[in-house]
């Protein structure tokens, strides 16, 4: 398996690195042990308060296994779950002096440092019974010895004196550094991801390298302002520079958790229609999970992702102001002025829900012909029907029968790269049926 | 347009002259001051003030998805510490006039945004003397050789004086120009910009550090991406907040939709339950989920067909079946939502009767969950106290004795007992519940709320037995 080779070549150099350092450390011993613990310490405490991806929520505790491969995206700040630790690695990565005394820790200490400090801020999560997450550790021993051996020699022999990159130009080599360094993590991470998930690589690398200019981008200027600041004025700038960056990981925290909420109740809110009995049970969250799987399919971005599964959870919202259901919940053989109506009456109701503007367009122009329609309304609608479909003719080949229907409906109602998608995530996953 | 009261044009002069003064001495500072330094941070300033958008800001916004149109904007205050950085590093006629600039550029809202901006000026640089007078009077630090322990002392005093003159001179225009009540225009103003400040303060003390270093000012440049970052994240929250309490509302308002029979009802149920829990010294956080519980307890109707929620007239055993079973609808609806805890409980058993003969599973006493109890006297009371199509709202002191009269068999008695002591206390004000509090916890009514129109088992329509 491709998957399996990706994740070898990601973990056995990193735990070669991690080896060579640690060996080489315990052998010449530790230069400047106040300022390696200093540092250790910070990224072990980055570590502990790390978010783990175990603990994201999903829409709903009911979300069945089947569909979980279906589940949420990584948020901005989960992407890095651990931005403290992140910036104090390249900070001791980076520094080359500190309170202006030289510093003689070369790139095996710094390794072993970020490794040592790594394996501690794992303890409290494997203690509380979860899984060790590797993957972070790895990446974040190869770009740290990425980082370190593009520095420490440099600084250590006096070339980046050579060079003129003393004084004023010092910062911004070392952004030029870090933004190299930073680029190859995103390389690495939708390396791991695509290995993890199997989905298209480039939309992944797409996601992680618009990622960069967010919290990317400050974890970088955290670490040079880190290292620069230790070697002005000693070890008092880590905590006082920390507090910042700790109330920032602080607030992504709470960021996630309402965002989680936030979701729980959109999906309660999209079960309504079921409980009062107009759609079909579990309809509006298999809609969600296969039409996030078919937009992935078609490369869309994670806020589209996120914008098409809130439209496809709520698309059926309309029908709660009918008066009586429609015989399964099914919209598809309405006249098409009862369907618009419908769908406009959706649209004004996910309006007031305070989600963004795009999901009650896509629930307003659920009824368009396709040609008319954005590209995640059409996703919502193909996928619609085909659950209706395949719900309405039960039996082993009721996914097939439903795809043809589909398919003879390509002139007008659907677009045809959508259901062609739409087979293909069905070939492969089938569960989400 | 509203006219601009004298006493606020007085009241802003005057701010505007303290600052003038403030800043006069700067002339006699001669060619030794560090005027570059001071233009530097000035027009950094104004840049951070002007630029409104950036690329930057629109990718995050971009990935945050769930907000509004506004959230590629940069959030407000986010470069404070290069105020605070100007206030440590320059003499303080110089600090007044570093953040005169940027406030002028900044764009300002109507009404009267030329002198929003011209109060913006004036009590920046009021603040900025004020820290930087502050600094130097805690003693010679040299920031280009830091000693840091001590240099935080001075650097935190500094920060929390320009947070408070602002604090003070934010509360006396709120009181003066936008007619806040005198007693209540500064309350909560200093708590609330405490602690931000405290955080610019260091940032600002760290870019203080790195400007007069061998790196200099790109180094010191660096330290805002982070600060940046972490008001945006902050910004983003809030809003995501906000977000999801128009979802809960929505959730109401969905209900509405089928049955227009009351407005107004969900949110005086919640507003009620907390009074109730208020007056047994419920926790702060408990408050908060009960008040969610009162907003949401009929979110089941919308389980219950619409035809039989607008019936007019007397229900059928049947029917009144199938509309009792709206607790087990809510439950099912909400019990995916984690943050709602025992509200959830409570949804489901607002029905139940302390005597065992209520629904959905004739729970007796204390088996009935404590906010379900709470919920209840609240739903009873709100419905006998506010107007339906078929009879007159009671009087508050006729609805408290039928509940009175009722405890023991249908009510908790203590929760009875709560509810008169709160409307002792507090009196009953239904009218407010929307309009007069913008406590930002809470979700505001739309007031298009449903009623709690569900009859209890034997008793009339709407009535409480």
Request: charged share 15%.
């Amino acid at each position: 398996m491709t998957g399996r080779r990706t994740v070898a070549c990601v973990y056995v150099p990193a735990a070669a690195l991690a080896c060579w350092g640690l060996a080489r450390t315990l052998w010449g011993g530790v230069a400047e042990p106040g300022n390696a613990l200093a540092f250790g310490v910070l990224i072990a405490v980055g570590e502990v308060v790390r978010r783990h991806p175990a603990e994201r929520a999903g829409p709903s505790p009911d979300h069945r296994p089947s569909t979980s491969r279906f589940a949420a995206p990584l948020l901005p700040g989960q992407r890095e779950g651990a931005p403290l630790g992140a910036a104090g690695a390249l900070a001791y990565a980076l520094l080359g002096e500190a309170g202006g005394r030289p510093t003689g820790h070369g790139v095996p200490q710094t390794v072993a440092v970020v490794v040592a400090a790594g394996l501690v801020g794992l303890v409290p999560y494997v203690v509380r019974g979860g899984s060790p997450a590797l993957d972070p550790l790895a990446r974040r021993v190869l770009t740290v010895g990425f980082a370190a051996t593009c520095f420490q020699p440099l600084y250590n022999t006096g070339t980046l004196r050579t060079w003129g990159a003393t004084g004023p130009l010092c910062p911004l080599f070392l952004v030029g550094l870090l933004a190299l360094t930073a680029l190859c993590d995103a390389v690495l991470a939708a390396a791991l991801a695509r290995a993890r998930t199997g989905w298209p690589y480039g939309p992944l690398l797409r996601d992680e390298l618009r990622a960069l200019p967010g919290i990317g981008s400050a974890i970088c200027a955290t670490g040079v302002v880190m290292a620069l600041a230790t070697a002005v004025a000693g070890l008092w700038a880590l905590p006082v520079f920390c507090l910042p960056l700790l109330l920032t990981q602080f607030a992504f925290r709470r960021y996630a958790n309402v965002r989680a909420t936030y979701r729980q109740t959109i999906a309660s809110l999209a079960r309504a229609t079921e409980i009062a009995g107009y759609t079909p049970h579990g309809h509006a969250r298999r809609v969600a999970a296969l039409s996030r799987a078919v937009g992935r399919e078609l490369g869309l971005s994670a806020p589209d992702l996120d914008v098409l599964e809130y439209a496809a959870l709520m698309h059926d919202i309309g029908q709660l102001s009918l008066v009586d259901p429609v015989p399964g919940g099914a919209t598809a053989p309405l006249p098409p002025a009862e369907q618009r109506r419908i769908a406009l009456l959706g649209g004004a109701v996910v309006r007031q829900t305070g989600v963004p503007s795009e999901v009650a367009v896509i629930v307003e122009r659920q009824a368009d012909p396709f040609r008319e329609q954005p590209v995640t309304a059409r996703i919502v609608r193909t996928v619609n029907a085909y659950d209706d479909l395949a719900a309405r003719s039960a039996g082993p080949g009721a996914p097939l029968r439903a795809l043809e229907g589909l398919r003879l409906a390509t002139a007008q109602d659907h677009e045809p790269r959508v259901v062609e998608a739409l087979s293909r995530v069905l070939a492969r996953g089938g569960r989400a049926g | 347009m509203r006219e601009l009261p004298v006493t606020a044009r007085v009241y802003i002069g005057c701010a505007a002259l303290a600052a003038a003064l403030c800043a006069a001495p700067a002339p006699r500072l001669g060619a030794a001051a560090p005027w570059t330094g001071a233009l530097a941070l000035a027009a950094l300033y104004g840049l951070c003030e002007r630029l409104r958008r950036c690329p930057l800001a629109d990718g995050l916004r971009r990935r945050a998805g769930g907000a509004g149109e506004e959230s590629g904007t940069f959030p407000p205050g986010w470069a404070t510490p290069v105020l605070l950085a100007g206030a440590l590093l320059l003499p303080p006629p110089l600090a007044a006039l570093t953040a005169v600039p940027g406030a002028l550029l900044a764009p300002a809202a109507a009404p009267w945004p030329a002198t929003r901006r011209l109060w913006h000026a004036a009590e920046l640089a009021l603040a900025c003397w004020t820290a930087a007078q502050v600094f130097r009077a805690l003693g010679p630090h040299p920031l280009s050789a830091p000693r840091f322990p001590l240099l935080l002392l001075p650097a935190v005093a500094a920060s929390v004086a320009f947070c408070g003159v602002l604090a003070a001179l934010d509360g006396g225009v709120l009181a003066v120009a936008e007619r806040h009540p005198v007693g209540s225009a500064w309350r909560g103003l200093l708590t609330r910009s405490l602690g931000p400040h405290l955080v610019h303060g260091l940032a600002g003390l760290m870019m203080a550090v790195l400007w007069r270093s061998v790196y200099g000012p790109p180094a010191a440049l660096l330290v805002l991406l982070p600060v940046y970052l972490s008001c945006w994240v902050f910004a983003q929250y809030h809003r995501e907040r906000a977000a999801h309490q128009a979802t809960i509302r929505a959730l109401v308002q969905a209900v509405d939709i089928k049955d227009r029979y009351t407005r107004g009802h969900s949110e005086r149920v919640g507003r009620a339950s907390v009074m109730i829990a208020r007056e047994l010294g419920m926790a702060q956080s408990r408050l908060e989920v009960l008040r969610f519980a009162g907003i949401l307890h009929d979110v089941g109707k919308l389980g219950v067909p619409t035809r039989l929620l607008r019936k007019d007239g007397p229900l059928t055993p049947e029917e009144r079946r199938i509309i009792e079973l709206h607790p087990e609808y809510g439950h099912e609806i909400v019990r995916g939502i984690g943050f709602l805890g025992e509200a959830r409980a409570a949804i489901l058993h607002h029905h139940e009767r302390v005597d065992g003969r209520g629904y959905p599973y004739g729970l007796t006493g204390r088996q009935i969950p404590e906010f379900a109890r709470v919920v209840a006297v609240a739903d009873a009371f709100d419905a006998m106290t506010s107007t339906r199509s078929y009879r007159r709202a009671r009087p508050v002191p006729a609805a408290v004795a039928e509940l009175r009269r009722c405890a023991g068999a249908q009510f908790d008695p203590r929760m009875v007992r709560a509810l008169a002591a709160a409307l002792d206390r507090h009196g009953w004000r239904p009218d407010e519940v929307a309009a007069q509090e913008p406590d930002p916890a809470l979700p505001v009514a739309g007031g298009h709320v449903p009623p709690a129109r569900a009859p209890r088992p034997g008793a009339g329509q709407g009535g409480v037995r």
